[in-house]
């Protein structure tokens, strides 16, 4: 039976020149990242199509067929569990898989092309996730599409139309969620697939790059000639010689997936999308809390320099890498300014990524809507530090200053500011604002403001 | 065969494969770029009784979006801010903060409008007071028509302004 359809299919010709064709023996742990995100894309495919089977992607009723989903179909958390958590891991891992063939030199000559699909398979994998968080269709997915929208609006010229064909049409309404669906589950995979086939292609015709020595260094003339006798003097056979690594490394991420899916689960069912509900705290998934904190960091004259020109210095460096730097030195320790653009890149990532979390400028709404002074605070006040007290609540102080840990973090905290400020210099700043605090000249009457300083200058180390 | 016979049955099949491309590429791309064709009128639309205002009252709106599908569920509304500022004027604001577009909310004791995202705020009369918004708040059209008052819906991108 197998030699009948291989006589017909050359099956094992085909085996031969994918499993068995030969790589570098020394080929590392290191060398798993890639086929690991690979196996976060398949988990992805298979979770994404059952999914799919109950996900009704109507603006009316996505929510609801979500809501089912999570809390009654059988099994139906864990499935959405190892979607939201497989999309983490494969963002997490085709950042370290590029980490790790950027630091080892494996991009340059002959593998540039290998590294400019592998920079698109990025792009696709971050729209992948920005696309996956709407499809929610709570409170955030809501905003993030408009802010996506208002974005695209900054464009000059096209901005408009840009826009427009983003939500189709001139609200955020039914129309928006089908175009944000097909984009998610069609077009996008395709190219992903596309780009993946191309990836391993190459892969497999130009081999796997072997670990760089301090001496390594390509010269692209000889480069070629160079890795066949790597292959002739250090070559195993791909499987299962080096790829047993690959298959360890995936069934560890799987399993990690899966316990995640198990033990924590999907992201809660939040409020469900309505642009009516304006009492709101959008967030975007753990991907963009970077770039959020980013808009929110830099001075406003430079935003739309930086929402444009971020994405497209990233694009320019990513593809001008391997045309550039094609040559020469391939271990990190002869490429300090490698090291240093990876360590620098992931740093900011990560600090970005802590502010966005924590997202110190926003103001606690919450806290002066439905919160209260912690009683250490208010105790032994007497009534008109008492009224000043209640006011630092109502009148939106506490939105945004910080008393003994509580309240909002975008102002400086006023746990001691007795100890600072005089009641002159409080009044001056409560009634004309500062640098990026409203003045309160006209929504509070002088009784008001001198109930609000008593109240401020209990504020001591000690009272 | 010749190879000039072979040249022009390289470029009639490349000119087929073209022509196949532009059958279905074309009506494609019209599908997908329909919305922008689609005309909309931006109708009055009642936001609520005069009378229901008091002199600075500032009030959430939800309004009918023009051109929403049948299958809009809770996104075939709007909403807007109203504030009474005189007998018979009003100012009308878009909740989308003109930072990146969060929706702003109305803290009636604190009189400002504070957005979520980016911590950007605004006094009542829409203008900025402090975070990283470019301008005052977007004010939509509105008339008052016997005891309603009436707006247009907002439109996005905000930069553009709703006719």
Redesign the interface.
Same mark, same amino acid.
């Given at each position: 039976m197998y030699r009948w359809l291989d006589l017909r299919m050359d099956i094992s010709g085909v085996w031969r020149a994918t499993f068995l064709h030969p790589v570098p023996i020394d080929v590392n742990w290191w060398y798993v990242l890639g086929s690991a995100t690979l196996t976060a894309f398949i988990v992805q495919v298979v979770t994404g199509v059952a999914l799919a089977f109950a996900y009704v992607p109507?603006?009316?009723?996505a929510y609801s067929s979500l809501d089912f989903i999570t809390r009654q179909a059988f099994l139906g958390s864990v499935v959405r569990g190892l979607h939201f958590w497989g999309a983490t891991a494969m963002v997490v891992l085709i950042l370290a898989h590029m980490s790790r063939v950027f630091l080892f030199g494996s991009f340059k000559f002959p593998r540039e092309v290998s590294w400019l699909t592998g920079s698109l398979l990025l792009l696709l994998v971050l729209a992948m996730a920005f696309t996956g968080q709407l499809l929610r269709w709570d409170q955030d997915s809501?905003?993030g599409i408009?802010?996506l929208?208002?974005?695209?609006?900054?464009t000059p010229i096209i901005?408009?139309?840009l #826009?427009?064909?983003t /939500?189709?049409?001139?609200?955020?309404?039914?129309?928006?969620l089908t175009r944000f669906f097909a984009t998610h589950v069609f077009l996008i995979p395709a190219g992903i697939f596309l780009l993946i086939g191309v990836h391993l292609y190459l892969v497999v015709h130009r081999g796997i790059s072997d670990p760089p020595q301090p001496d390594s260094v390509v010269v692209p003339n000889v480069e070629l000639e160079r890795y066949e006798r790597v292959l002739a003097t250090r070559g195993v056979p791909f499987f299962p010689d080096v790829a047993w690594r690959d298959f360890a490394a995936s069934a560890a991420l799987v399993l990690a997936v899966l316990l995640l899916s198990v033990a924590v689960g999907p992201p809660a069912m939040r409020t469900? #999308?309505?642009?009516? /509900?304006?009492?709101?705290?959008?967030r975007p998934d753990w991907y963009f809390l970077s770039y959020?904190a980013l808009?929110?960091l830099i001075p406003?004259e430079v935003?739309n320099w930086v929402i444009l020109g971020v994405p497209i210095a990233i694009g320019v460096f990513l593809f001008a890498v391997p045309l550039v730097a094609n040559r020469g030195q391939r271990h990190w320790s002869k490429r300090p300014w490698a090291v240093a653009a990876v360590g620098v890149g992931l740093l900011a990532g990560a600090v970005l990524t802590v502010a966005g979390d924590r997202a110190p400028?926003?103001?606690n709404?919450d806290a002066?809507?439905h919160g209260a002074l912690p009683p250490s605070v208010t105790a032994g006040l007497d009534t008109q530090q008492s009224a000043g007290a209640t006011l630092f609540v109502?009148?939106?102080c506490w939105?945004?200053h910080t008393v003994q840990g509580t309240g909002g973090l975008?102002g400086p905290d006023l746990t001691f500011v007795g100890d600072r400020l005089t009641s002159d210099q409080l009044t001056t700043r409560v009634l004309n604002?500062g640098r990026?605090?409203?003045?309160f000249a006209?929504?509070l009457t002088p009784r008001e403001v001198d109930e609000l300083v008593a109240f401020l200058r209990t504020l001591k180390t000690k009272r | 065969m010749n190879s000039s016979r072979r040249q022009f049955l390289t470029w009639l099949s490349v000119g087929l494969a073209g022509l196949i491309t532009a059958a279905i590429g074309v009506p494609i791309l019209g599908y997908?770029?329909g919305?922008?064709l689609?005309p909309?009128e931006?109708e009055w639309r009642v936001a609520g009784k005069v009378a229901d205002w008091r002199l600075g009252d500032t009030k959430?709106v939800?309004i009918e979006?023009?051109?929403?599908?049948?299958?809009?569920?809770?996104?075939?509304?709007?909403?807007a801010w109203v504030r009474r500022t005189g007998d018979a004027s009003f100012l009308t604001f878009s909740?989308?903060c003109t930072?990146?577009?969060?929706?702003?909310?109305w803290?009636d004791?604190?009189?400002?409008f504070?957005?979520?995202?980016?911590?950007g705020?605004y006094?009542q009369d829409g203008t900025v007071?402090?975070?990283?918004?470019?301008r005052p708040l977007f004010n939509l059209p509105w008339r008052i028509n016997g005891e309603n008052i009436e707006l247009r819906?907002?439109?996005?991108?905000?930069?553009?302004e709703p006719q």
């Amino acid at each position: 039976m197998y030699r009948w359809l291989d006589l017909r299919m050359d099956i094992s010709g085909v085996w031969r020149a994918t499993f068995l064709h030969p790589v570098p023996i020394d080929v590392n742990w290191w060398y798993v990242l890639g086929s690991a995100t690979l196996t976060a894309f398949i988990v992805q495919v298979v979770t994404g199509v059952a999914l799919a089977f109950a996900y009704v992607p109507s603006t009316e009723h996505a929510y609801s067929s979500l809501d089912f989903i999570t809390r009654q179909a059988f099994l139906g958390s864990v499935v959405r569990g190892l979607h939201f958590w497989g999309a983490t891991a494969m963002v997490v891992l085709i950042l370290a898989h590029m980490s790790r063939v950027f630091l080892f030199g494996s991009f340059k000559f002959p593998r540039e092309v290998s590294w400019l699909t592998g920079s698109l398979l990025l792009l696709l994998v971050l729209a992948m996730a920005f696309t996956g968080q709407l499809l929610r269709w709570d409170q955030d997915s809501f905003w993030g599409i408009v802010v996506l929208a208002e974005q695209f609006g900054k464009t000059p010229i096209i901005g408009g139309v840009l #826009a427009q064909l983003t /939500i189709a049409g001139q609200q955020v309404g039914g129309a928006t969620l089908t175009r944000f669906f097909a984009t998610h589950v069609f077009l996008i995979p395709a190219g992903i697939f596309l780009l993946i086939g191309v990836h391993l292609y190459l892969v497999v015709h130009r081999g796997i790059s072997d670990p760089p020595q301090p001496d390594s260094v390509v010269v692209p003339n000889v480069e070629l000639e160079r890795y066949e006798r790597v292959l002739a003097t250090r070559g195993v056979p791909f499987f299962p010689d080096v790829a047993w690594r690959d298959f360890a490394a995936s069934a560890a991420l799987v399993l990690a997936v899966l316990l995640l899916s198990v033990a924590v689960g999907p992201p809660a069912m939040r409020t469900e #999308a309505n642009p009516t /509900i304006v009492n709101t705290n959008p967030r975007p998934d753990w991907y963009f809390l970077s770039y959020f904190a980013l808009l929110s960091l830099i001075p406003p004259e430079v935003e739309n320099w930086v929402i444009l020109g971020v994405p497209i210095a990233i694009g320019v460096f990513l593809f001008a890498v391997p045309l550039v730097a094609n040559r020469g030195q391939r271990h990190w320790s002869k490429r300090p300014w490698a090291v240093a653009a990876v360590g620098v890149g992931l740093l900011a990532g990560a600090v970005l990524t802590v502010a966005g979390d924590r997202a110190p400028w926003a103001p606690n709404i919450d806290a002066v809507q439905h919160g209260a002074l912690p009683p250490s605070v208010t105790a032994g006040l007497d009534t008109q530090q008492s009224a000043g007290a209640t006011l630092f609540v109502r009148r939106g102080c506490w939105a945004c200053h910080t008393v003994q840990g509580t309240g909002g973090l975008a102002g400086p905290d006023l746990t001691f500011v007795g100890d600072r400020l005089t009641s002159d210099q409080l009044t001056t700043r409560v009634l004309n604002g500062g640098r990026n605090m409203p003045a309160f000249a006209s929504t509070l009457t002088p009784r008001e403001v001198d109930e609000l300083v008593a109240f401020l200058r209990t504020l001591k180390t000690k009272r | 065969m010749n190879s000039s016979r072979r040249q022009f049955l390289t470029w009639l099949s490349v000119g087929l494969a073209g022509l196949i491309t532009a059958a279905i590429g074309v009506p494609i791309l019209g599908y997908l770029l329909g919305p922008l064709l689609r005309p909309v009128e931006n109708e009055w639309r009642v936001a609520g009784k005069v009378a229901d205002w008091r002199l600075g009252d500032t009030k959430l709106v939800k309004i009918e979006n023009p051109a929403s599908l049948p299958w809009a569920g809770t996104t075939a509304e709007s909403a807007a801010w109203v504030r009474r500022t005189g007998d018979a004027s009003f100012l009308t604001f878009s909740v989308h903060c003109t930072h990146l577009g969060c929706p702003v909310n109305w803290l009636d004791d604190a009189q400002l409008f504070l957005c979520p995202c980016h911590g950007g705020a605004y006094y009542q009369d829409g203008t900025v007071a402090a975070g990283p918004p470019p301008r005052p708040l977007f004010n939509l059209p509105w008339r008052i028509n016997g005891e309603n008052i009436e707006l247009r819906t907002i439109v996005l991108p905000t930069e553009n302004e709703p006719q």
